[in-house]
């Protein structure tokens, strides 16, 4: 399988879904995909384009547009096609359905998702902190607007 | 605390009865080792802390993989009596080894009050003394001096086991002139 059949078969199984495809490459393809259908969508990539592997979850942010995306790169054990599939939420409410039903290593990277960004996962099994202390939930601290970085350091050496 | 009772046999009023016991005098360990730290007994008992530091095996970033480098062979930290131990309760040295990052200190306050004075506490690595590498990092502890009585602070990225056992050797001198902060905690 290559990178222009999986693209062709995606918008054609989801057109009204899937939009800005682009092939980078031989190997990398990018996809946008609604984020009301993220995990459908992933349920056919696994399914029928043989990508069984998640290979990360991660968030950015985008203050301007007052967006923010949450990126799956997924990879596959049968061909070499890596695809990046984004999914563009709303700031003020970042939600987005999860998708540990379809690979259930999403679940550690989600809960890092949410500590950090503040993007909520719904219908993940156990949404808590995952390396970050209790404390600081609600601090999102890799959002671009964080100001709580330390400022006063090295004093005891000067 | 700290001041010894002594009772007389004859005129008690006897509230206490351990006070009424005849000629028995009460007092508390803080009162001993007042009293011994204005002799000369003082002096021996340093001179046995300062040859058998021995220290927690805690590592907690990349310094620590030297820290334990320093207590294996090659490096041979047991010539000057400092010997790894895995137990708090058996430790006199705590090396803060790393960066401490806001989810572990409590743990490690919790280590802390476990070791038995008295205790010192050797800085490590440039992260554990100002944040190093991760200076403004959301998720460090900044100033570690604040929180414990630091003796030695051992600056590099990581130290070399040279060097760690440089900051020892310094603190066996703190000890033995009786300068050091650990003792009184
Ligand atoms: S000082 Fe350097 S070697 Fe030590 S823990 Fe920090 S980054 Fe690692």
């Given at each position: 399988?290559?990178?222009?059949?999986?693209?062709?078969?995606?918008?054609?199984?989801?057109?009204?879904?899937?939009?800005?495809?682009?092939?980078?490459s031989?190997?990398?393809?990018?996809?946008?995909?609604?984020?009301?259908?993220?995990?459908?969508?992933?349920?056919?990539?696994?399914?029928?384009?043989?990508?069984?592997?998640?290979?990360?979850?991660?968030?950015?942010?985008?203050?301007?547009?007052?967006?923010?995306?949450?990126?799956?790169?997924?990879?596959?054990?049968?061909?070499?096609?890596?695809?990046?599939?984004?999914?563009?939420?709303?700031?003020?409410?970042?939600?987005?359905e999860?998708?540990?039903?379809?690979?259930?290593?999403?679940?550690?990277?989600?809960?890092?998702?949410?500590?950090?960004?503040?993007?909520?996962?719904?219908?993940?099994?156990?949404?808590?902190?995952?390396?970050?202390?209790?404390?600081?939930?609600?601090?999102?601290?890799?959002?671009?607007?964080?100001?709580?970085?330390?400022?006063?350091?090295?004093?005891?050496?000067? | 605390?700290?001041?010894?009772?002594?009772?007389?046999?004859?005129?008690?009023?006897?509230?206490?009865?351990?006070?009424?016991?005849?000629?028995?005098?009460?007092?508390?360990s803080?009162?001993?080792?007042?009293?011994?730290?204005?002799t000369?007994?003082?002096?021996?008992?340093?001179?046995?802390?300062?040859?058998?530091?021995?220290?927690?095996?805690?590592?907690?970033?990349?310094?620590?993989?030297?820290?334990?480098?320093?207590?294996?062979?090659?490096?041979?930290?047991?010539?000057?009596?400092?010997?790894?131990?895995?137990s708090?309760?058996?430790?006199?040295?705590?090396?803060?080894?790393?960066?401490?990052?806001?989810?572990?200190?409590?743990?490690?306050?919790?280590?802390?009050?476990?070791?038995?004075?008295?205790?010192?506490?050797?800085?490590?690595?440039?992260?554990?003394?100002?944040g190093?590498?991760?200076?403004?990092?959301?998720?460090?502890?900044?100033?570690?001096?604040?929180?414990?009585?630091?003796?030695?602070?051992?600056?590099?990225?990581?130290?070399?086991?040279?060097a760690?056992?440089?900051?020892?050797?310094?603190?066996?001198?703190?000890?033995?002139?009786?300068?050091?902060?650990?003792?009184?905690?």
């Open positions: 399988m290559d990178a222009r059949t999986i693209i062709e078969s995606l918008t054609g199984k989801f057109p009204e879904i899937i939009s800005e495809t682009e092939i980078e031989e190997i990398r393809v990018r996809a946008h995909t609604d984020r009301a259908m993220a995990k459908e969508v992933c349920q056919y990539l696994k399914d029928s384009l043989q990508f069984g592997h998640l290979c990360s979850i991660c968030g950015v942010d985008y203050p301007k547009r007052n967006e923010m995306e949450v990126v799956y790169h997924i990879a596959s054990y049968d061909h070499p096609v890596v695809l990046t599939l984004k999914a563009v939420l709303s700031r003020d409410s970042p939600e987005i999860s998708v540990v039903p379809v690979y259930w290593n999403a679940n550690w990277y989600e809960r890092e998702t949410y500590e950090l960004y503040g993007i909520v996962f719904k219908n993940h099994p156990d949404l808590r902190p995952l390396l970050l202390p209790e404390e600081m939930l609600g601090e999102w601290p890799l959002r671009k607007d964080y100001e709580g970085f330390p400022n006063k350091t090295a004093r005891n050496l000067v | 605390m700290g001041e010894i009772k002594s009772k007389k046999t004859s005129g008690t009023t006897g509230e206490d009865p351990i006070d009424a016991v005849p000629g028995v005098i009460t007092t508390t803080g009162a001993i080792s007042n009293f011994l730290k204005k000369k007994a003082q002096d021996l008992i340093n001179w046995g802390r300062k040859n058998s530091l021995w220290f927690m095996t805690q590592p907690m970033g990349c310094c620590g993989v030297e820290m334990i480098a320093m207590g294996c062979a090659h490096y041979d930290t047991d010539r000057f009596g400092i010997i790894p131990r895995n708090p309760r058996q430790a006199d040295v705590m090396l803060i080894s790393g960066y401490v990052t806001k989810k572990y200190l409590p743990a490690l306050k919790r280590l802390w009050d476990q070791m038995p004075a008295p205790k010192w506490v050797l800085c490590l690595g440039d992260c554990s003394i100002s190093g590498p991760f200076y403004e990092s959301y998720s460090t502890v900044q100033n570690i001096d604040e929180i414990f009585p630091i003796d030695v602070f051992v600056p590099g990225c990581p130290p070399r086991p040279e760690m056992l440089q900051g020892f050797v310094e603190l066996q001198e703190k000890i033995k002139a009786k300068k050091d902060l650990g003792t009184e905690y």
